[in-house]
């Protein structure tokens, strides 16, 4: 639902293009922080050139510098959206199966990143299927819709071949092969639809060797000595390992949950959850024991999986919705739930951590409210920062209407009456 306040003037984000080698400073005013102080902050270059007390930065910007008045809202660093599958998002109510024409994918794939960026994800790691059907198209236009994307939001992508081991394996390996060559970011898959899960993760974790790439695999984690192995071979491989969602865990019985906690934090392995459902790639749903892991020293970020396909006809992308549910329903603080779908997905990501600090990196998401607790119940309206530009918002303005002059100063929260 809407808030009831004023929103901040804006002007409209440049259209879709290059990044500008340097954008033009823009002075952030009137923010708060989680710690409660209200600052300006001043970006330049796609950095945080400074934060000072409110007020104090004005007199130092240069003139042609952008003002933004963020008075209500609070100041974040931006989350980023660890898994999302842009191949088949926004495809829930096209009826038969889903469409693997580029054109199709590449638009669903535009709209369902321009969606998750309104809500402040800018950076986007896509699991994209490749080979079977989907043959190399997918992974094509979801390579093209991140080109054009620059300038808005970073998209990733994940290449995601059904089987790797036998017979008919050796065609998704190939396949998985041109994957990298063309671009893929992370070799990544289902080990648990293989034939041989061991060998499929032996060849996805060989590949990821040969490219120094990262790997993200899709696993619900039912079997606490698959998982155990799972985690042994991938241990120390760099850039990154990340596993999920892992649903499984939390049905398993809590001693077999901690072992294998424990064993994921010894190698090294993030788990990325997510709270607000499922995803194709693994049948059951739940959501991983995130206070386990946590406990444990398990890195645990939290994506969307779903965005309004089979899998999740009302998948929202919303990361402030994944945060808010690790907080309402798995015993998570409002910060550490806020982290899982911010730090810990930009770290999952390989991505720098960004703190709204004087030499980070300007990667901002602004929500209306005082306080995160209440950011995450009603996160609304949200100015959203991408390289040290605006690159999306949304204004809610709630109204009440009819109300009787009787009832005037009783300081019920309004804006306007509008006509009777």
């Known amino acids: 639902m809407p808030d009831s306040r004023p929103q901040p003037p804006l002007r409209p984000p440049s259209p879709p293009g290059p990044v500008p080698v340097d954008p033009a400073p823009l002075l952030l005013c009137g923010a708060r922080l989680t710690d409660g102080r209200t600052v300006d902050v001043r970006l330049g ?26 008075t209500g809202y609070l100041l974040l660093p931006a989350p980023a959206e660890p898994h999302a599958h842009a191949d088949t998002a926004l495809s829930a109510d096209a009826g038969g199966p889903v469409s ?10 535009t709209e369902a990143a321009l969606l998750q960026l309104g809500h402040g994800a800018t950076a986007l790691r896509a699991h994209v299927r490749v080979g079977d059907m989907a043959g190399l198209g997918a992974l094509t236009a979801v390579l093209g819709a991140g080109r054009s994307l620059r300038g808005l939001a970073e998209l990733t992508t994940v290449a995601m071949p059904r089987l790797l081991t036998g017979v008919a394996g050796a065609d998704g390996l190939a396949v ?3 994957a990298m060559k063309m671009g893929a970011s992370a070799v990544g898959g289902c080990p648990d639809l293989d034939p041989d899960p061991t060998g499929y993760v032996e060849a996805v974790l060989e590949l990821a060797s040969e490219h120094g790439c990262p790997v993200d695999l899709h696993t619900d984690a039912v079997d606490p000595v698959r998982l155990a192995r799972f985690a042994a071979m991938a241990g120390g491989l760099r850039p990154g390992v990340a596993v999920g969602p892992c649903g499984g865990l939390a049905r398993m019985p809590p001693e077999s949950a901690a072992r294998a906690a424990d064993r994921l934090a010894a190698a090294g392995v993030t788990v990325v959850c997510l709270p607000q459902g499922g995803c194709g790639a693994v049948g ?10 946590r406990s444990a020293g398990v890195r645990v970020a939290a994506g969307s999986g779903a965005l309004r396909d089979v899998s999740n006809p009302v998948g929202r992308g919303d990361p402030l919705e994944a945060a808010y549910l690790l907080a309402s329903r798995h015993g998570l603080s409002a910060d550490d739930a806020c982290t899982a779908v911010g730090a810990e ?11 709204v600090e004087a030499g980070f990196p300007a990667e901002l998401l602004a929500v209306r409210g005082e306080k995160l607790s209440g950011a995450l119940s009603s996160a609304y309206s949200r100015v959203v920062v991408h390289a040290g530009r605006v690159v999306a918002w949304t204004s809610a ?24």
């Open 100 to 109: 693997y024409d580029p054109r199709d994918v590449r638009r669903r794939t």
């Open 45 to 70: 270059g796609g950095r945080i050139e400074a934060v000072g007390t409110a007020g104090s930065l004005a007199a130092g910007t240069r003139a042609c510098a952008t003002r933004v008045d963020l």
């Open 176 to 178: 998985l092969r041109d």
């Open 345 to 355: 997905a930009r770290a999952a990501l390989g991505l720098p951590e960004v703190r």
């Open 284 to 293: 059951r749903r739940g959501v991983a024991p995130v206070r386990l892991l």
């Open 397 to 420: 303005v709630r109204e009440y209407r009819g109300s009787a002059p009787a009832e005037e100063g009783t300081g019920l929260p309004r804006q306007g009456r509008g006509p009777a």
